[in-house]
């Protein structure tokens, strides 16, 4: 009696609940499609805002590096620079240089001409905090690459 008790209860609440989360479900559909769009000057401003954080630590510059990084774009020179100076804050000079690998190796890319143009821009900030470019520690020429047979 249980048994037929509960398959009747279960089919009862199934064929009265579907058609609440059919229209509760296109509901939502529709109020999420009014999200505003976020402008150019917007993300500037928001991801600059996140890195001059005085209470970041190494584990958000990571997270918003790699955030960054999974974007289809390449970050503005400002950007770049409120991260190398919280790279600086928090004394990890390594983490400023594989950021700077990972833009160089992003805009090489794109065009050979936007990483000059960037180191262009953010050399100010990278002369003040102390921190080398790739090229100036050699990482732009690996020791052991032996010559490509094409150079021969």
């Known amino acids: 009696m249980a048994l037929l008790f509960r398959s009747t ?3 009862l609440l199934t064929k009265t609940t579907r058609p609440m989360l059919m229209t509760m479900a296109s509901t939502g559909r529709r109020n999420m499609s009014s999200h505003s769009k976020e402008t150019d ?3 500037d401003q ?7 954080r005085p ?3 190494g584990w958000d510059i990571r997270q918003g590096i790699n955030h960054m990084n999974r974007l289809d774009l390449i970050p503005e020179p400002e950007i770049i620079s409120a991260c190398l100076q919280a790279c600086r804050r928090v004394n990890d000079h390594s983490l400023a240089v594989r950021y700077l690998e990972a833009i160089r190796y992003k ?3 794109v065009s050979k ?11 100010p900030t990278l002369n003040q905090l102390g921190v080398s470019a790739p090229e100036d520690l050699g990482y732009d020429k690996p020791e052991l690459a032996l010559k490509s047979v094409d150079d021969m």
């Open 107 to 109: 805009s090489n890319a």
């Open 9 to 11: 209860l279960i089919q």
């Open 46 to 52: 928001r991801w600059k805002a996140y890195f001059e």
């Open 55 to 57: 209470n970041i630590d």
């Open 41 to 43: 000057e917007e993300f």
């Open 113 to 123: 001409e936007v990483w000059p143009w960037i180191l262009q821009e953010i050399r």
